[in-house]
């Protein structure tokens, strides 16, 4: 059986999170972001001046399976408040195209989805916000986006 990826990538235009959590940039292709190297403290002190609340939509077969998630955010980020959803990556995304097709808007500031075609889609129509954690030299460069766009989380 062939590993499956898990990828993370970031919406543009949505939640008033993205101002504190990802510095200011361009979200079109070919502009991609520099490093951020706040500290997460930093981060989630921004966030928290900011307000609003993180969308993160997660690939899965159960509801409960974000709950571990969900406990750790809120005993590490007291005050900002995340609204995970969990199905399958699948419905996740027909729902993203659905929203953006309708509002402009992507519906959520985050996604670990399973279904990878997305985000090169997703990439070339410049839907992604760029974003390059602290740790970007670190990361394989075959399990990220040379842009930022996107970036492996599991394998």
Do not use: C
């Not at 190297?37 to 993180?54: C, M, P, V």
């Not at 129509?125 to 970007?136: T, V």
């Amino acid at each position: 059986m062939r590993s499956i990826e898990y990828s993370l990538f970031s919406l543009a235009l949505v939640s008033p999170v993205l101002a504190a959590v990802w510095p200011a940039s361009n979200s079109f292709p070919g502009h991609g972001p520099t490093i951020d190297n706040r500290t997460l403290d930093e981060i989630y002190a921004a966030a928290q001046k900011e307000g609003g609340e993180l969308t993160v939509l997660w690939g899965g077969d159960e509801i409960k399976q974000g709950n571990g998630t969900i406990t750790a955010w809120e005993a590490r980020f007291p005050g900002v408040k995340l609204n995970l959803t969990v199905d399958v990556s699948k419905y996740h995304d027909s729902r993203v195209d659905r929203q953006y097709e309708k509002t402009g808007s992507n519906g959520a500031d985050v996604a670990v989805l399973q279904t990878l075609h997305d985000f090169n889609r997703w990439k070339a129509a410049g839907r992604l916000l760029p974003y390059k954690p602290a740790n970007w030299e670190d990361i394989y460069s075959s399990l990220k986006d040379p842009a930022g766009a996107f970036v492996t989380v599991s394998i």
